[in-house]
């Protein structure tokens, strides 16, 4: 890659996207990633690019490494299956022993 090229729109927004999977992935906080996420919009060459995710590792491009947020989001629906479930049966329990 030759960093003193131009930046494109698709570069940024592919710098974006990392910034955000590596957010979601517990790397960034939300400042970091809205202090990056401002820069790549100023950022002029491929180099200045590289350099917002340069202190971050390599993303892999499994399937399931791309999907952390649709992951958490399971578990956060099977949590409230669970809850919802067991409020049901405490309600009926307490309706019966009543």
């Known amino acids: 890659m030759d960093v003193e090229l131009r930046a494109s729109d698709d570069d ?15 790397r960034l906080t939300l400042d970091e990633f809205s202090d990056r996420a401002g820069a790549v919009w100023t950022a002029r060459t491929l180099g200045d690019l590289a350099a917002l995710t340069r202190d971050l590792p390599a993303l892999s491009d499994k399937p399931g490494d791309r999907d952390t947020v649709g992951h958490g989001h399971r578990e956060l629906l099977m949590l409230f299956a669970a809850a919802a479930l067991t409020l049901l049966l405490l309600g009926g329990f307490l309706a019966i022993t009543r």
Request: proline share 0%; glycine share 6%; charged share 25%.
């Open 12 to 26: 940024r927004n592919r710098v974006v996207a990392e910034l955000h999977r590596h957010t979601a992935a517990g």
